[in-house]
């Protein structure tokens, strides 16, 4: 399978803060990208998606990042609450509909 | 509109015993995928289909078993439980366009003693 990392497995930030995940890929023919979150207990949920052909993306309270050049992806959390305490996975695909996951990130929000 | 739903959400089996997890979705979609959740391994993927009739094989298929007969239902079979294979499954599904990724289930934990 493809390779997909992730740079820290924990990440600590105060709240009102802003976060920032990142991953690494490995597959330079990946095309598409996902940010996932994933609450104890529960499935992945989508947070935001980036295409090859754009570098930037912004939702509401997050933005994705790409950088083809070093095969990078972040996501950046604005505002930082409590209820983002979670694990951020990044997904990445190049054929079909199969997807790559990293391993993940544990996020964790100090009141 | 109740999207992905697995059951079990917890199973303990023992060594030898077969079982089988059940996943439903209600949304429509063509592609349906078992993922198994493992501590610092992220998501692998088992099986995967895209469409009733149609299944294929993941990264670790070894000991599972996938039928489609359907397009709502894709239960994912234990042939004889081994202890390597205590994990947390997700099903998963999505359109033909990949758009949005995929509609993950609640998961079932697995537990072979």
């Known amino acids: 399978g493809e390779s997909v990392g992730l740079h820290l497995p924990t990440l600590s930030v105060q709240e009102g803060d802003n976060s920032i995940i990142n991953c690494a890929y490995s597959?330079?023919?990946?095309?598409?990208f996902i940010w996932y979150k994933q609450e104890s207990g529960k499935g992945p949920q989508f947070i935001i998606d980036?295409?090859?052909?754009?570098d930037k993306r912004q939702g509401q309270r997050v933005t994705v990042l790409l950088n083809k050049t070093v095969k990078h992806l972040s996501l950046q959390i604005a505002a930082t609450q409590p209820g983002d305490s979670a694990v951020y996975f990044c997904?990445?695909?190049?054929?079909?509909?199969?997807?790559?996951f990293g391993t993940g990130t544990s996020l964790t929000v100090i009141p | 509109n109740a999207g992905v739903t697995q059951t079990p959400k917890f199973q303990v089996l023992k060594t030898g015993q077969s079982m089988t997890l059940q996943c439903a979705q209600d949304?429509?979609?063509?592609?349906m995928s078992w993922y198994r959740q493992d501590p610092g391994m992220g998501l692998r993927l088992i099986h995967y289909s895209v469409g009733a009739g149609i299944t294929d094989q993941g990264e670790v298929p070894n000991g599972y078993n996938v039928s489609r007969s359907t397009t709502e239902d894709f239960p994912l079979r234990l042939l004889s439980a081994a202890p390597s294979q205590t994990s947390v499954y997700f099903c998963a599904s999505n359109t033909k366009g990949r758009a949005y990724g995929y509609t993950f289930g609640s998961g079932t934990r697995l537990t072979v003693v």
């Open positions: 997904a990445e695909s190049f054929t079909g509909n199969q997807f790559y």
């Open positions: 597959n330079s023919a990946s095309d598409y």
């Open positions: 980036i295409r090859s052909n754009m």
């Open positions: 949304m429509n979609h063509e592609y």
